[in-house]
């Protein structure tokens, strides 16, 4: 296990593609109808929530001036800065004094969640104060907010051994001008970009290829000038396994078939490992010498459902 990180460019920080309008709209959606499950901020992380959002206006208004404008809005109190999305034609006022939810503003202006962490003194463990988090990959927001990154990474096999200190050591070191990039990779059943649970699947259920998701985080960490937190950005992007190429397809294949048992398990193999190697063999296994058997076959189910079986 490592974090695999590398140097971010800080010109590609945040991303917009032909998703957006649909995500956009999603997101909007979810935060109307599931608020309490996609964003929490608590008392205290007001300044950095402000400090999250001037980032975002600045970012997208300098990098995309066609789509995102800061503008003078007029209100009954007066001009007051603001932000106009052209492809969404909204506008929002910014600044502490006009805009009292500013991490639902930049979750609303980006395909990125946010996420705030700050450090604890007492304990020297960096916790979660504020998060707009629309695509959870089966986590519940309401669980970790207010929570350390122990509780945070808890289901995570060897988190506590083998990653734990690191990542808060690497967190201490952190500063404005180290920002810092990974990528992490989970398959599921459904397209759904909302997925606050872990997946299950009924006894005896048959998943076809066609049903995998492959499910990739792109995941930004940086610490804010003025405030001192840390913000974590994640940018989830979804893609049907059988729309992947012959080489993206071996290169998911060695990835997984690299994890360590227990994290195959933790992210699901019992559910979804049969179909995937089912979908290389259709792909490539004559090429790769992967052709099973019929006794081979039954071997590999039987694992499967046993792993299945330890899957929550």
């Given at each position: 296990?490592?974090?695999?990180?590398?140097?971010?460019?800080?010109?590609?920080?945040?991303?917009?593609?032909?998703?957006?309008?649909?995500?956009?709209?999603?997101?909007?959606?979810?935060?109307?109808?599931?608020?309490?499950?996609?964003?929490?901020?608590?008392?205290?992380?007001?300044?950095?929530?402000?400090?999250?959002?001037?980032?975002?206006?600045?970012?997208?208004s300098?990098?995309?001036?066609?789509?995102?404008?800061?503008?003078?809005?007029?209100?009954?109190?007066?001009?007051?800065?603001?932000?106009?999305?052209?492809?969404?034609?909204?506008?929002?006022?910014?600044?502490?004094?006009?805009?009292?939810?500013?991490?639902?503003i930049?979750?609303?202006?980006?395909?990125?969640?946010?996420?705030?962490?700050?450090?604890?003194?007492?304990?020297?463990?960096?916790?979660?104060?504020?998060?707009?988090?629309?695509?959870p990959a089966?986590?519940?927001?309401?669980?970790?907010?207010?929570?350390?990154?122990?509780?945070?990474?808890?289901?995570?096999?060897?988190?506590?051994?083998?990653?734990?200190?690191?990542?808060?050591?690497?967190?201490?070191?952190?500063?404005?001008?180290t920002?810092?990039?990974?990528?992490?990779?989970?398959?599921?059943t459904?397209?759904?970009?909302?997925?606050?649970?872990?997946?299950?699947?009924?006894?005896?259920?048959?998943?076809?290829?066609?049903?995998?998701?492959?499910?990739?985080?792109?995941?930004?960490?940086?610490?804010?000038?003025?405030?001192?937190?840390?913000?974590?950005?994640?940018?989830t992007?979804?893609?049907?396994?059988?729309?992947?190429?012959?080489?993206?397809?071996?290169?998911?294949?060695?990835?997984?078939?690299?994890?360590?048992?227990?994290?195959?398990?933790?992210?699901?193999?019992?559910?979804?490992?049969?179909p995937?190697?089912?979908?290389?063999?259709?792909?490539?296994g004559?090429?790769?010498?992967?052709?099973?058997?019929?006794?081979?076959?039954?071997?590999?189910?039987?694992?499967?459902?046993?792993?299945?079986?330890?899957?929550?």
């Amino acid at each position: 296990m490592a974090m695999g990180l590398k140097r971010l460019d800080s010109s590609n920080w945040l991303t917009l593609d032909s998703a957006y309008l649909p995500e956009h709209f999603l997101r909007c959606n979810l935060l109307c109808t599931h608020r309490p499950q996609v964003i929490q901020c608590l008392p205290g992380s007001e300044p950095a929530c402000h400090e999250v959002l001037s980032l975002v206006t600045s970012f997208l208004s300098s990098r995309f001036p066609q789509h995102f404008t800061l503008i003078n809005l007029t209100l009954p109190s007066g001009e007051v800065p603001a932000i106009h999305n052209h492809l969404t034609q909204e506008t929002f006022p910014v600044g502490r004094q006009n805009c009292p939810n500013p991490l639902e503003i930049a979750a609303k202006l980006s395909m990125e969640d946010f996420n705030i962490l700050v450090k604890n003194q007492e304990t020297g463990e960096y916790e979660l104060k504020a998060s707009a988090t629309l695509f959870p990959a089966g986590w519940k927001l309401q669980e970790r907010i207010g929570t350390g990154m122990a509780n945070l990474h808890k289901p995570v096999p060897g988190w506590k051994e083998k990653l734990g200190g690191s990542v808060n050591r690497y967190f201490d070191h952190l500063s404005p001008k180290t920002s810092m990039e990974r990528t992490n990779l989970f398959i599921q059943t459904t397209p759904d970009l909302f997925q606050d649970a872990p997946e299950k699947i009924t006894e005896g259920e048959i998943i076809m290829p066609k049903r995998l998701m492959v499910r990739r985080e792109r995941q930004t960490f940086m610490r804010l000038a003025n405030t001192g937190a840390v913000l974590f950005t994640v940018r989830t992007y979804m893609t049907p396994l059988v729309e992947l190429g012959v080489e993206e397809l071996k290169a998911l294949k060695s990835q997984v078939m690299g994890w360590e048992e227990e994290i195959k398990v933790y992210k699901g193999w019992g559910i979804w490992g049969e179909p995937l190697l089912r979908r290389c063999d259709e792909v490539f296994g004559v090429e790769e010498g992967r052709e099973l058997n019929s006794s081979e076959r039954t071997v590999s189910c039987f694992l499967l459902i046993s792993l299945a079986s330890g899957f929550e």
